[in-house]
Protein backbone atom coordinates (compact mmCIF):
# COMPACT_ATOMS: atom_id res chain seq x y z
CA UNK A 1 0.00 0.00 0.00
CA UNK A 2 1.29 2.92 -0.89
CA UNK A 3 2.13 6.08 1.64
CA UNK A 4 -0.87 8.44 0.59
CA UNK A 5 -3.54 5.40 0.63
CA UNK A 6 -2.18 4.23 4.18
CA UNK A 7 -2.63 8.04 4.97
CA UNK A 8 -6.32 7.99 3.72
CA UNK A 9 -7.00 4.83 5.76
CA UNK A 10 -5.81 6.34 8.78
CA UNK A 11 -7.19 10.10 8.38
CA UNK A 12 -10.46 7.78 7.80
CA UNK A 13 -10.43 5.82 10.74
CA UNK A 14 -9.49 8.89 12.94
CA UNK A 15 -12.67 10.36 11.96
CA UNK A 16 -14.59 7.11 12.51
CA UNK A 17 -12.78 7.20 15.98
CA UNK A 18 -15.17 10.16 17.00
CA UNK A 19 -18.44 9.21 15.08
CA UNK A 20 -17.38 11.84 11.71
CA UNK A 21 -20.14 11.00 9.36
CA UNK A 22 -20.79 11.56 5.82
CA UNK A 23 -17.32 10.44 4.57
CA UNK A 24 -16.62 11.42 0.86
CA UNK A 25 -12.99 10.59 -0.69
CA UNK A 26 -12.45 12.54 -3.93
CA UNK A 27 -9.61 11.84 -6.09
CA UNK A 28 -8.06 14.08 -8.31
CA UNK A 29 -5.68 12.69 -9.44
CA UNK A 30 -6.78 12.67 -12.76
CA UNK A 31 -7.56 16.44 -12.57
CA UNK A 32 -4.89 19.14 -14.02
CA UNK A 33 -3.72 21.83 -11.80
CA UNK A 34 -5.11 20.68 -8.13
CA UNK A 35 -3.41 21.55 -4.89
CA UNK A 36 -3.30 17.90 -3.47
CA UNK A 37 -4.30 14.27 -4.86
CA UNK A 38 -6.85 13.71 -2.82
CA UNK A 39 -9.48 15.35 -0.38
CA UNK A 40 -11.14 13.79 2.64
CA UNK A 41 -14.75 15.22 3.43
CA UNK A 42 -16.64 14.46 6.45
CA UNK A 43 -18.72 16.27 9.13
CA UNK A 44 -19.72 16.71 12.99
CA UNK A 45 -22.56 17.97 14.52
CA UNK A 46 -21.14 20.45 16.45
CA UNK A 47 -17.25 22.72 17.17
CA UNK A 48 -16.87 20.70 19.71
CA UNK A 49 -17.25 17.41 17.87
CA UNK A 50 -15.43 18.93 14.81
CA UNK A 51 -12.48 19.34 17.24
CA UNK A 52 -12.85 16.51 18.76
CA UNK A 53 -12.18 14.73 14.96
CA UNK A 54 -9.76 16.83 13.73
CA UNK A 55 -7.80 15.92 17.37
CA UNK A 56 -8.07 11.98 16.35
CA UNK A 57 -7.29 12.49 12.92
CA UNK A 58 -4.24 14.18 13.70
CA UNK A 59 -3.38 11.24 16.35
CA UNK A 60 -4.42 8.17 14.28
CA UNK A 61 -2.24 9.57 11.15
CA UNK A 62 0.80 10.23 13.53
CA UNK A 63 0.48 7.12 15.02
CA UNK A 64 -0.47 4.69 11.20
CA UNK A 65 1.17 6.60 8.60
CA UNK A 66 3.96 8.72 10.56
CA UNK A 67 2.08 11.88 9.02
CA UNK A 68 1.38 15.27 10.73
CA UNK A 69 -0.57 18.04 9.42
CA UNK A 70 1.26 20.96 7.80
CA UNK A 71 -1.25 23.23 8.89
CA UNK A 72 -4.56 23.04 10.44
CA UNK A 73 -7.04 26.15 9.81
CA UNK A 74 -10.36 26.86 11.10
CA UNK A 75 -9.84 25.58 14.55
CA UNK A 76 -10.96 29.05 15.95
CA UNK A 77 -14.99 28.43 15.50
CA UNK A 78 -15.06 24.80 14.41
CA UNK A 79 -17.32 25.13 11.50
CA UNK A 80 -14.61 24.29 8.49
CA UNK A 81 -11.31 23.13 9.57
CA UNK A 82 -9.02 22.30 6.57
CA UNK A 83 -6.08 20.04 7.57
CA UNK A 84 -3.45 19.82 4.85
CA UNK A 85 -1.54 16.50 4.85
CA UNK A 86 0.20 17.71 1.60
CA UNK A 87 -1.03 15.23 -0.95
CA UNK A 88 -4.43 15.28 0.91
CA UNK A 89 -6.18 17.90 2.15
CA UNK A 90 -9.10 16.78 4.75
CA UNK A 91 -12.29 19.06 5.48
CA UNK A 92 -14.08 18.81 8.40
CA UNK A 93 -17.56 20.86 8.45
CA UNK A 94 -20.16 21.02 10.41
CA UNK A 95 -23.41 19.57 8.16
CA UNK A 96 -24.66 23.67 6.96
CA UNK A 97 -20.97 24.73 6.15
CA UNK A 98 -20.88 21.49 4.37
CA UNK A 99 -23.92 21.83 2.42
CA UNK A 100 -23.10 25.90 1.58
CA UNK A 101 -19.81 25.36 -0.14
CA UNK A 102 -20.95 21.80 -1.43
CA UNK A 103 -16.86 20.46 -2.13
CA UNK A 104 -18.58 17.77 -3.78
CA UNK A 105 -20.11 19.23 -6.52
CA UNK A 106 -17.20 21.54 -6.61
CA UNK A 107 -14.88 19.13 -8.11
CA UNK A 108 -17.53 17.10 -10.20
CA UNK A 109 -14.72 15.58 -12.30
CA UNK A 110 -13.61 13.70 -9.28
CA UNK A 111 -13.40 9.96 -8.72
CA UNK A 112 -15.87 10.48 -5.53
CA UNK A 113 -15.90 7.10 -3.14
CA UNK A 114 -18.20 7.54 -0.09
CA UNK A 115 -17.23 5.76 3.25
CA UNK A 116 -20.57 4.09 4.86
CA UNK A 117 -21.10 5.72 8.93
CA UNK A 118 -20.79 3.50 11.32
CA UNK A 119 -23.02 3.84 13.97
Not at 47 to 65: E, L, N, T, Y
Not at 73 to 98: C, K, Q, T
Request: hydrophobic share 40%; net charge negative; charged share 25%.
Amino acid sequence: MNETKLLIEKITEGIQEKKGKNIVIADLTNIDDTICKYFVICQGNSPSQVSAIVDSIKDSARKGADAKPYGVDGLRNAEWVAMDYSDVLVHVFLPEIRNFYNLENLWADAKLTTIPDID
